[in-house]
Nanobody, 124 residues
């Protein structure tokens, strides 16, 4: 499975960005997908996850009400809509894929497929 993350950039606090994770490879539509982020000096954290069929959308408490994850099954693309961005959202965002949703959410150390990361900077 190959993953291509895009859509990062510089945005002012309160602004919005939409990240895109395009997947390709062996049966990409049967993989669960997650978005993770890593800020400087901090550990990587799960931001959002979605199952292969677009079900079980989940976002972390730190972004709940501001971020939304969705999937376009026809294009095997996963989106992360980020609204009301805050400076603390600044990080490199990575998309990842795994054969099970549980791996994304509970066992990220077992994830084998990662995108290259896209930088999101929230600053005035």
């Amino acid at each position: 499975v190959q993953l291509q993350a895009s859509g990062g950039g510089l945005v002012q606090p309160g602004g919005s960005l939409r990240l895109t994770c395009a997947t390709s490879g062996v049966t990409p539509d049967h993989y669960a997908t997650g978005w993770f982020r890593q800020a400087p000096g901090k550990e990587r954290e799960l931001v959002a996850a979605i199952n292969w069929n677009g079900g079980l959308p989940l976002v972390s408490d730190s972004v709940k009400g501001r971020f939304t994850i969705s999937k376009d099954n026809a294009e095997t693309t996963v989106y992360l809509q980020m609204n009301s961005l805050k400076p603390e959202d600044t990080a490199v965002y990575y998309c990842a894929a795994a054969e099970t949703y549980n791996t994304i959410v509970r066992r990220p150390a077992s994830i084998h497929f990662w995108g290259q990361g896209t930088l999101v900077t929230v600053s005035s």
